[in-house]
């Protein structure tokens, strides 16, 4: 079976005073129905514009991007409209995102109302449906944004998302804003829904607790380009790329007898504004050589496990 979403050499570039942004450079990668892609990486790594890129939220600068084996890398708007069904997003700020104007019932309502299939009798049905769908108990019917908490409005979100029943969504940060508690049991929530409805996240997160616990792969990104993909597992037990190696180190450990050797990165950031086209890590990097000036090429070091780092195999635990 042919994957659900296919995206190659996506690049995406904002015009600024000071040149060209360069905030997805050239990425690549497949997700199968039913499965998750967690992306992380530090604030400005350029994973949220790729999520909005992709659902065509903002429009790409270069690239294709695949969708169900249909090419959808410049739709028109009658298949952008369609597409719309097919591929959400939820939203990082639960309160933000919905219109303070709009009650619960609302809110959730309004892509049916918009996609314009169903009877008003058959959205309010829908309506209750999607609400016990994610936890809303429909005493909250009635109720406004901010008479709720940020888990019950990221509820809301999650049956938005979820109306016009898609196949991928982008989850953009969900939880982040969230107690560590609501976390949870949104986490839960999206992973019951996906087991459910055999629903593809493209999960955008800088935790990497969270996203151990819910990707399939894990893709890391550093100032627009993608350094590491893996399957989640083999990411956390054999790390490559330097960038990666520092951002596991720095995972909180709950055990103060056996913390582990923080990696503390030094040097400058490096500005994604007209970019010199080497490793764009090199600054940061205590590897750093003449070599990493030069493009660097995603390889694959194993089976589903890419690097791009010219040096990784001398880092390589020796045998």
């Known amino acids: 079976m042919a994957a659900l979403l296919e995206v190659n050499n996506l690049k995406k570039y904002f015009k600024n005073p000071g040149g060209t942004l360069h905030a997805v450079e050239d990425v690549s990668f497949t997700l199968d129905y039913g499965k998750t892609l967690g992306v992380v990486g530090e604030s400005g790594c350029g994973k949220t514009t790729l999520g909005r890129t992709i659902i065509h939220l ?172 893996s399957p989640s597992d083999e990411l956390f037990s054999h790390p490559l790329h330097p960038y990666t190696k520092a951002l596991l180190s720095a995972i909180p450990v709950p055990d103060v007898h056996n913390q582990p050797d923080r990696i503390i990165m030094q040097g400058e950031l490096t500005s994604p504004i007209n970019p010199k086209p080497g490793c764009r890590f090199m600054a940061r990097c205590q590897y750093a050589s003449p070599e990493c000036e030069e493009p660097q090429e995603l390889v694959e070091h194993s089976p589903g496990h890419f690097v791009a780092c010219c040096h990784y195999k001398e880092l390589l635990p020796q045998q």
Do not use: W
Not at 94 to 113: Q, T
Not at 161 to 179: G, Q
């Open 58 to 229: 903002i429009e790409k600068t270069e690239g294709t991007i695949t969708f169900e084996g249909k090419d959808i890398s410049d739709p028109s708007p009658k298949e952008l409209r369609q597409l719309r069904e097919e591929m959400q997003i939820i939203f990082q700020d639960p309160y933000s995102s919905l219109n303070p104007r709009m009650s619960v019932s609302e809110a959730i309502m309004e892509p049916l109302r918009v996609q314009g299939k169903l009877s008003k009798a058959e959205i309010r049905a829908e309506v209750r449906k999607l609400m016990d769908t994610v936890g809303l108990a429909e005493r909250f019917e009635n109720a406004y944004p901010h008479e709720l908490d940020g888990g019950r409005r990221q509820r809301i979100g999650v049956a938005r998302a979820l109306a016009l029943n898609p196949k991928f969504i982008v989850c953009d940060e969900p939880v982040s804003a969230l107690d560590v508690s609501i976390q949870a049991q949104i986490i839960n929530l999206m992973l019951d829904l996906q087991e459910a409805l055999g629903l593809a996240y493209m999960f955008v997160t800088h935790d990497l607790s969270v996203v151990k616990y819910i990707s399939d792969d894990i893709m890391v990104m550093y100032l627009g380009n993608m350094v590491e993909k």
